[in-house]
């Protein structure tokens, strides 16, 4: 009975072992699954950048080229002002608009998650609520502000759009960040003779630098990719921002859309992102998993 019982128990065991690198493959077949799924899109596209027009506008559509060409960049290098000037003006706003966020953001965060405000809640709650309002519906009356401060076709005046839009959600990355800081390195720091903004500077930045980097990231890409206030925004051709070329590069003949010349504008535009979060990716995956390991 003991050897039976023995057996019994070293034959489960095998088992529970040999199940282990089944399901170590099923996890990686579909990942696999997912990657393709996320990837294809995108290998697609790229693929229809590099053939000639005729070949990328063909009916029915073919998804491997059988010429190579650069016709399409060369036509989204050289539309209208340049593609330079566009790729300027994306990030001249990008840029304006991430130290905007972090200037505003940093301070109110820090204030709502360590400091003792009277009615603190509701004036957080009042704050995200602005996440509620769809913002097309207030480009129209900034858009009349701007003008009369004169500032509605340039670079600041975007960016301030941008800042408006993004800062109830960059707040909320803060304050969560600042909150996640232990109380004892804030005591410590008081005890060593810290001020509240020698504090900020010296102990809580950081500390929530994954949440840091997360706001520079989100904000970034939502500012590069934003394309109705800027078309509304922008009324000069050298002001406008890549995504407003994208849709002046895609006309072709007679109305027919040059799905090559858009297709290597959409690559052009994704590279910007793609190093940026390349660059920031460790302090990124550092800010997920930041709440998962004690």
């Known amino acids: 009975m003991m050897r039976a019982a023995g057996v019994a128990v070293a034959t489960s065991a095998d088992v529970r072992v040999a199940s282990l690198p089944a399901r170590g493959l099923l996890l990686g077949a579909l990942c696999v699954l997912i990657l393709a799924v996320m990837l294809f899109p995108i290998v697609v596209t790229f693929l229809s ?4 027009s005729a070949e990328a506008s063909s009916v029915p559509p073919h998804y491997l080229p059988h ?27 990008a840029l304006l ?29 009042l704050l995200l609520s602005a996440l509620m309002i769809p913002y097309q ?7 009349a502000m701007f003008s009369a401060l ?6 600041l005046g975007l960016a301030l759009v941008h800042t408006a839009l993004q800062l109830p959600f960059c707040i909320y990355l803060t304050r969560s960040g600042f909150e996640s800081v232990p109380r004892e390195l804030e005591e410590a720091a008081v005890a060593d003779g810290c001020g ?6 010296l102990v809580f930045l ?22 109705i206030a800027a078309l509304i925004f922008m009324s000069k051709e050298t002001r406008f921002t890549v995504p407003i070329m994208l849709v002046g590069v895609r006309q072709g003949h007679f109305g027919a859309v040059d799905w090559g010349a858009l297709q290597a504008g959409v690559v052009v535009s994704i590279v910007p992102c793609l190093l940026i979060y390349l660059l920031l990716q460790k302090y990124y995956q550092s800010g997920l998993l930041s709440g998962a390991i004690k």
């Open 196 to 201: 509240s903004w020698r504090a900020l500077w």
């Open 137 to 143: 519906a207030l480009l129209t009356p900034l858009y």
């Open 206 to 227: 950081p500390l929530t630098r994954p949440a840091i980097v997360t706001l520079v990231l989100f904000t970034f890409i939502t500012s590069w990719n934003e394309f």
């Open 67 to 93: 010429t190579l060409s650069l016709e399409n960049y060369v036509k989204v290098f050289h539309y209208q002002a340049g593609l330079l000037v566009y790729v300027y003006n994306s990030l001249a706003v």
């Open 97 to 125: 608009t991430i130290v905007m966020c972090l200037v505003l953001a940093i301070p109110a965060g820090y204030g709502l998650a360590r400091f003792p405000i009277p009615a603190r809640e509701p004036i957080f709650l």
């Open 150 to 155: 004169g500032i509605a076709n340039t670079h």
């Open 49 to 52: 950048s590099i053939k000639t």
